[in-house]
């Protein structure tokens, strides 16, 4: 375990939430590509990564929004729910994140990545966008 120590924390705003869950789910996606050696999306079907990759700035400008505001950012993880008809869009969005961050970070950087410094390395990302 490369944190030694739970990633399951509780957190008492929505957008503490909201940025632990992109990072999270952005750095399992990341290193099971990097596993299979591919750049694969399971969630991949009827156009869904073309749909992500071509509104990736719409996609960071409503997440970091939400985090702003302190609202809600479910719609983005979940087969069951959807942002702008697309169910899963925050593991695209948490992936690409990891991917970028991953030029300034080791693997054991990433995975012991305080909070605090976590937060401002997400909104600058978002930010760009």
Not at 15 to 20: A, F, L, T, V
Not at 68 to 96: A, H, I
């Amino acid at each position: 375990m490369l944190r030694n120590q739970s990633i399951s924390i509780s957190f008492t705003t929505q957008n503490e939430k909201s940025i632990w869950q992109l990072y999270i789910e952005g750095f399992a996606q990341r290193y099971e590509q990097i596993l299979y050696k591919d750049g694969f999306y399971h969630q991949d079907k009827n156009g869904w990564l073309r749909w992500c990759i071509d509104n990736h700035d719409e996609i960071c400008r409503e997440y970091l929004y939400r985090i702003k505001n302190n609202l809600s950012t479910q719609c983005f993880f979940g087969d069951w729910v959807n942002f702008k008809g697309y169910s899963d869009v925050g593991y695209y969005l948490g992936c690409e994140f990891i991917k970028d961050i991953s030029n300034n970070y080791s693997t054991m950087e990433l995975a012991n990545i305080e909070m605090c410094e976590l937060r401002v390395v997400v909104i600058n990302y978002l930010e760009r966008f």
